[in-house]
């Protein structure tokens, strides 16, 4: 392997190593103590390197989170199965639950942050949000053509609804007010759905449920 | 008047004087700008005199704001009028909303702060959006007794839709992503209580609107 190329993979592994050592240590001891020589220490290399990489404590947090929030996201939406919505909404809200319940210090943070970020990462995390609510409004669009919701259903407004729910179960839970949140997303989602269910006019010809 | 009530009022005065003006230069400058040397000459007192009262500036923050937002909450919820249940909540969220966008600096501050405060705010701000919750469950409750949601709506599940809409709204508001959000919560609002009225089974028995 040439030397460029081996220099491109050691700076890749230092990053990784970094970006690790960072979330133990945000995670370890929360965000306002973490220090960056502990975590240049865990990572085994100096703190000017960790500077040089990543500027400051901040940038480097968000660093940490949004790659492993976003394959978190990326992974959810790839694994919600064929229907019906309501299911797969259920699953989309437990999996991207379950990063945050393994990580409850580092995700009050992290929460608070992509909430209320400083560009550049403002952008970043309403992008990703915005690319789940184009998810979410695809899925009903299917689910209104499997006949699981009207046809004047807003799809867009249903999107943004799960987002709202979501949201709340994240504030509650970060708050300490719900500790098993995914079950009150699921509820509300459920009481939401109702009102787009088709209207069965004619109870004759009403669906086997 | 006696020397020692003179001075309880005079206490109280100061106190206002600096709430007062720690509200104009928060959101004159924005919390992580504003100093408390500026906030004591605007008051007209010494700095010391506003440590005194007020600890630090996160202290001051939270002091200034949650004694004018708690008054918005009361006031919007003893404004409601009779019903119906939808355009009570169109009236809450717009009355309070009216408060976050004629101070849009201090809003996004406040909101930040409102959500994930520490202790003793975060307990404070849990207890306000608790008593709303507790206010919309009541309205949700004479609304059934009215016929205009079924007998089996859950009203504690509505009231925390309701939460979850207002504070979608908030979030997207303070990150830049809706201008209006009040006809977006409204929007919401509607779309969910579509589910929650009475099935109308027979049409001959089918209530005038």
């Not at 992974?75 to 064929?82: H, I, Q, R, T, V």
Request: aromatic content about 8%; some cysteine.
């Amino acid at each position: 392997m040439s030397g460029p190329n081996r220099r491109a993979i050691q700076k890749e592994e230092t990053r990784r190593a970094v970006l690790d050592a960072a979330r133990e240590e945000f995670e370890r001891v929360g965000f306002e103590s973490a220090n960056l020589r502990s975590i240049a220490a865990r990572a085994g290399v100096s703190a000017g390197t960790v500077l040089h990489y990543y500027g400051d404590k901040r940038e480097l947090l968000h660093a940490a989170l949004f790659d492993d929030l976003d394959a978190t996201w990326r992974a959810a939406l790839g694994n919600l199965g064929s229907g019906p919505l309501e299911n797969q909404l259920s699953r989309l809200t437990a999996a991207v639950f379950g990063y945050y319940q393994a990580r409850p210090k580092l995700s009050r943070t992290l929460l608070k942050e992509s909430l209320f970020a400083d560009e550049p990462w403002a952008s970043k995390f309403a992008a990703q949000i915005a690319s789940v609510t184009v998810e979410i409004t695809r899925l009903a669009a299917r689910a209104i053509e499997r006949g699981e919701l009207r046809e004047d259903c807003n799809t867009a407004l249903l999107a943004a609804a799960w987002v709202s729910f979501f949201h709340f179960g994240q504030i509650s839970w970060a708050q300490g007010a719900y500790p098993t949140p995914v079950s009150l997303i699921d509820h509300l989602v459920r009481q939401h759905l109702q009102g787009l269910r088709p209207v069965e006019k004619q109870p004759s010809t009403r669906r086997a449920r």
